[in-house]
């Protein structure tokens, strides 16, 4: 099986299990019917064979999940891999090494492959987060076994189907985050699709200047204010911008704030936050919807001075009634921070996977196993 098992790590512990519980279903459905259930997962990304990025400490966390001990191969492959998954007995779990502890994995190199491969009879992808990587560990494995989507791609294909491909209406998407650039793309597929699009975050600011609006010391991108018109020009009245903006001299919490028109940003100030004539707008444009897509927070919500819009829009969204999913690593970890993460229909463990899936692209990992 391929996991992600790909969670922050602080002093040798886990430090977030999100991963490892929505992991745990497959496994322990898989192995509560007799199977050998052998995991392959990586863990951040190593130039060699970190210790800190071992998978060890996660077995125990993955155990405390499943319901029982999970046994450890101090390699992913070779003798190490081989001789613990020998000694598997029918309803035990075996974590194997760091994948990435290999460079043929992101090579995705066949002979590599084909080793991760010989240790099992068939192989189930569960990894949706991984998915958008053609790495051996991924697509690969699937060359050479039957090839399987588990309980959680399952549920995460499911849930984006629903929310993109078949919505009820009105379907909004609220998008957040720093850059246009690396949204670009998923902002011109969402307009294909929906009935509002929402922007927030510090990609507002390329949208403002692009417009020909001061935006004071602000994060701006320069080299993609063509494609902010682009996508205004292509959005029309479906795009959403926020129309005031709450504002500091340095992004550091405990400095004075000030709301602003978005279209009037001072020198020497920058917006961090939307602004509450915004929350109303937003909140009017979410008020009945049928569907909403959230991915990226309006402002700089790590920091609690920035965090009320981003609260603001959760709670609206939560209220909604609406089929509500959430995506993207930072809009998670918001929602958690707020405590809100049980409130939405579907929280996308997906990150980048979830963004190319937005964008309209091919996810490999998903891709094989329709061919398998």
């Not at 999100?18 to 497959?26: D, F, G, I």
């Not at 795009?239 to 704030?257: S, T």
């Not at 909604?320 to 959430?326: C, E, P």
Request: proline share 4%.
């Amino acid at each position: 099986m391929r996991e992600d098992l790909n969670v922050p790590m602080k002093d040798g512990s886990v430090a977030d299990d999100a991963r490892v519980r929505a992991a745990s279903p497959t496994l322990q459905h898989l192995a509560q019917r007799g199977a050998r259930v052998i995991v392959m997962s990586h863990l951040g990304r190593p130039k060699d064979r970190e210790p800190d990025l071992s998978l060890r400490p996660v077995a125990e966390d993955l155990g405390r999940s499943v319901g029982q001990a999970v046994e450890f191969a101090d390699d992913c492959v070779g003798e190490p891999a081989r001789s613990a998954a020998g000694r598997l007995l029918s309803g035990q779990v075996l974590l194997l090494e760091n994948v990435r502890y290999h460079n043929e994995d992101e090579e995705n190199d066949p002979g590599f492959a084909r080793e991760l491969a010989s240790l099992g009879d068939i192989y189930v992808n569960d990894a949706f987060a991984a998915s958008h990587r053609a790495h051996a560990s991924v697509v690969g494995v699937a060359a050479y076994l039957p090839a399987y989507a588990g309980e959680l791609m399952e549920a995460e294909l499911a849930a984006l189907h629903r929310a993109l491909d078949d919505p009820k209406r009105p379907l909004i998407a609220v998008v957040g985050g720093a850059k246009v650039s690396t949204k670009v793309g998923v902002l011109t597929n969402l307009l294909k699709k929906v009935d509002a699009l929402l922007i927030g975050g510090a990609m507002a600011n390329t949208f403002f200047k692009a417009k020909g609006w001061p935006t004071g010391t602000g994060l701006v991108e320069d080299t993609a204010l063509d494609e902010a018109r682009d996508v205004a020009a292509e959005g029309g009245e479906k795009l959403v911008l926020p129309v005031d903006v709450v504002c500091a001299q340095k992004m550091e919490a405990g400095r004075p704030l000030r709301t602003m028109d978005a279209s009037k940003v001072e020198e020497g100030w920058a917006a961090y936050d939307i602004g509450p004539r915004t929350v109303a707008l937003f909140r009017e444009k979410l008020n009945g919807a049928g569907t909403i897509i959230w991915n990226g927070p309006v402002g700089v919500a790590e920091i609690e001075d920035f965090a009320a819009g981003t609260k603001a829009v959760g709670e609206a969204i939560a209220a909604s009634g609406a089929y509500t999913l959430v995506g993207g690593g930072d809009t998670v970890a918001a929602i958690d921070s707020l405590g809100m993460a049980d409130r939405f229909s579907h929280v996308s463990t997906g990150g980048g996977a979830t963004l190319e899936y937005l964008e309209g692209k091919e996810l490999p990992g998903i891709a094989i196993l329709q061919e398998a």
